[in-house]
């Protein structure tokens, strides 16, 4: 019988969830969907599908096994612990919350779960980490197939920043990818980061440095740099290369097609994150509901990297406030 | 409910199949699995599915409604008919046959089946049809975002031919794909043909003409050329280059991961056409299974597809024994 | 002493010899430039050199110890002829003469000039046998880096035909760097040679089917394909790409600068030869004064390469006028 | 009249120099040969050339117009003070001098020739300038193509660090490169700069931190990334890439093949720094021999340029001394 999923926000991510759930991963079903919005709702469900503006009748209906929430990061933390009363298992976008407190407060509660049964009812949604891309780097720095790692440099840029993104926002929602994926790739902590401005561009609103460059030292000693440009207006690009002893392994920006016109070879970049991250999304999505059906657990992220992520990027947001000093990273 | 699917021929693509059907698609469940060795069929099919060595027990079977032939050629022809008579949608890897009597008695019983249900029950598994590169080849060339195409060069190379690969068997096997993708993608039929052979490789067996080069011409006056190579040794190639009046739009051949070592850059190539086409088999997979569940015609080639490339292959054969005399394409 | 150089025509060719001659190159000196248009050589020649409108003035001027060549096609075997009987090495730009039987008086004059002084005087400007890409490209090819070649395939496209370029043309003045650099490439000569129509451009002028397709064999066996094609609005391209037993080699199509803008990653493509072959014609002519300075005979073309390059592009004419059959190479 | 050069060092670089004098570049000729190794003079001069181990000798001989100082660096001071007391121009290799005491001296001596002559007698050797990728860098930066720089990122890799390399040397040798290249790039200075230590290769000798990480911030505000990795072994590399406003451009690592072998596409990558900067090298020679012979002023970099880096550099050697900290660069 396929998993019957209830998806909690029909916004762009809900609908890709929702769109892969029904037609691009085996096993599941989607059955339920909550909105605030009943017409988004609608739009994005499968006709057989329930629809409902009030997530906890969802969370807590005979129909759904397993929940996805997609709604807005302020209403992650109170939804995951709906679940968890409801011991129903959930995918969680990221981050985990917004504030340290209800990070904590979710991990507090995973933990008793777990304790009490054995096994996480919370999986995060760093889709990166199913990226084929990284899946394949990491396998390369792990086989130490170059020998150690010393340095990984990262670019992280989007055409234009979501309104309202302020510094701190752009760390905690953008760069926060990379302060989970480094020491995940790297299989060390991050004991230590940096911030530093670049010039300002013109594109970017009030409150916002940007572009912004940041430095991650990880427990075992390599210095991972990482530019995050919000606004560069070409395109959305996402870069991570390791350099090693023996030499350097890097992420392939790829495109379908290569074009000769007008004087040039040009080659498409993507215009946001979602075509970059599809297979991501659909590996990551067929991995949650697979470890489900198989009674195992999920290979996703977890509480602890949700938290780990957040507590990187406190001090992150430090180390912006203080002239950007370098700032240890306490996970106490 | 999702289609239950019976799988004929456990060899590599009828696992590759079964391990699609079962956990990388949407809708569909694989309830049945039959070959020639029982033991092969065990281990390839899930834990749920029943196993015989006998593919007309499948066919027949009430707990299968639609069935993938993934057997040897030779008995491709006698599947499909008997999947016709048991009314069971079959999608059929190519060739549609290994002669053109056994493909023009398909398509007779499938037109017959056209005439009597208003729709086709074959599928023909000329995947690269969903790869995503040709398929944005297609739209940018149907679209005619550069003019008028005017050439296509495609390269066609394989490490290692099969054993007793014939010069025969190369181009019914291999260049069969782009017998078939170049009319797709033109959206043209092959008018005439001609075929040379290059300089023999020390690799090919007695009987195989290796490498060869060919070239068609399509109904609308473009020019294409084929290389076909299939003891490459360096691994799997597949380009192709439309080359149109105001510029050029190829295939890309992207890697995951580019490397920096031993004094060169360097990016791996597949070694064969599993990796390269891993997208267009699950494509071609959901796309059938999702028309199925919605009642609808899958969007795969058909049967006269099939034929069509049968046809061209005869041309082209026809060719290679008369010395690369350019040879028409008869499809009466 | 630097040699003393002569250079008759000063259109685009002719003057960029003269740059190179005048600042590029070590160890000459244009003393005297030549062209119907005494304006057009003053404009081109450094402000010590002499000007005339008469090329047997220069070349019979005490002041030059060595020709160019850079008028037009139709001149050249007259002023080559007119070199020999001065004693004076000359580099001529290629074609040796638009009409076998002029390119059979050369090579027979200098023949009688090497009986008598065991040297020619004739150097023919077949600048690609000098470009870094094509000499790396041989010593691979030379050096069975990978075995055996198999195949070649060639790819010449210029933005826009010249005025009154017909078919033939097509062949003698363009795909003739082709018909001279693949048997240089090989080491071995074209023996059959064939002809084929793309899709016509509604580009070209009458007269001038573009592009076309032609395929050479030479006597190693290895099967040559070219697509020429002088309309491709695009801008310049040159490839060549050698297939061998154990994989393939070809030139890298290089631009200085890696761009990321509107949507596209982007790399200038050259808009004609001149930026594409810049090293090869400075490395040339340095090679040409080099020899003539150091008394040695110069590597570069000469009259027979010359010959052979016609007696191949006459055998592909013939092929053109016989609706593409192959035709057999004469040398004789 | 060419102009009559004499080289003073005879080692990797002075034999290069020597060579491109004699045969690459135009309006040259090596008269004097200089080295403490007269065998080593000899075996690089051209014939003609006389040798001595004396280079005050071949500054003052009247067969003498300008001088080349590519000897020791501890040698550069002094030999162009004698340069200029002979009133010969001089073309000194990077660095300006080893210590900043010399380095002013240098630069104030050449500032009273230039109040006494109105022309300065000192260029000094960033051949970077010249390389046809950072002048086309340099067009698009300063013509603003892509709007306004924000950031730059460079990478510098050597395959092994010399002997004896310590992580000043490191800074004042190999790093110079960029404290030069990128005020010129951005047409403005360096305000502030910081280091940090990359995880370090097992492959440094005691003394020398490798690889290490540095940023420099310019008066425009520009932030600009430095990874210097010395002991890289897979081979040299320069990257440069300008993030700007509206798009990114960057230097494009190229070679002349590309090869498909054993299952990976490869390009070679240059074992070290004189292939890649062959041509740069060969044009800051002809740009500085064509001033000289045309009586203008060199556009090479000057003693300011010089002092300027060495400053630049002492600042980062502080930044090292003192954990990193962002350090002012003092002009005064």
């Given at each position: ?11 762009v ?115 990166r ?24 440099h990262c670019v992280s840029r989007n055409a234009a920043a979501g309104p309202g993104t302020t510094s701190?926002l752009a760390i905690t929602n953008s760069a926060i990818h990379e302060?989970?994926i ?13 911030w530093q401005a670049g010039k300002q561009t013109s594109r970017a609103e009030p409150g916002l440095q940007d572009p912004s460059f940041m ?10 740099t990482l530019e995050l440009y919000l606004n560069a207006q070409y395109g959305y690009t996402t870069r991570c290369e ?8 890097s992420l392939q920006e790829s495109s ?8 040039t070879?040009q080659a498409v970049i993507p215009a946001d994150w979602r075509p970059r991250f ?55």
């Open positions: 019988m396929p998993i019957r999923v209830g998806v909690i926000g029909a916004g991510m809900g609908a890709d969830h929702i769109r892969n759930l029904s037609t691009t991963i085996g096993g599941a079903k989607v059955t339920f969907v909550a909105d605030l919005d009943a017409g988004r709702a609608a739009a994005a469900a499968p006709p057989s599908a329930r629809i409902t503006t009030d997530p906890t009748e969802l969370i807590n209906s005979s129909d759904v096994d397993a929940v996805v929430v997609a709604s807005h990061d302020s209403t992650h933390a109170g939804l995951v612990l709906e679940c968890f009363e409801a011991m129903t298992p959930v995918l969680c976008e990221k981050p985990l919350a917004p504030t340290l407190l209800e990070s904590l407060e979710v991990v507090a509660a995973d933990a008793d779960i777990v304790a009490a049964t054995g096994a996480s009812l919370l999986s995060l949604g760093f889709m980490r199913f990226d084929p891309g990284y899946v394949a780097l990491r396998q390369a720095v792990q086989g130490r197939v170059q020998g150690e790692p010393l340095m990984v701190e302060l989970d480094i020491p995940w790739l790297l299989g060390s902590p991050v004991t230590e980061v940096s430095t991650l030292r990880t427990a075992d000693g390599t210095l991972t390791v350099v090693s002893e023996q030499g350097t392994t379908l097609l290569g074009i000769e016109q007008d004087g070879r599809a297979d991501a999304y659909r590996l990551q999505l067929q991995a949650w509901i697979s470890a489900l059906a198989g009674g195992e657990a999920p290979s996703l992220a977890g509480a602890q990297d949700g938290l780990n992520a957040s507590l990187v990027a406190q001090a992150m947001i430090q180390s912006l406030h203080s002239d950007g000093t370098t700032t240890k990273v306490s996970y106490s």
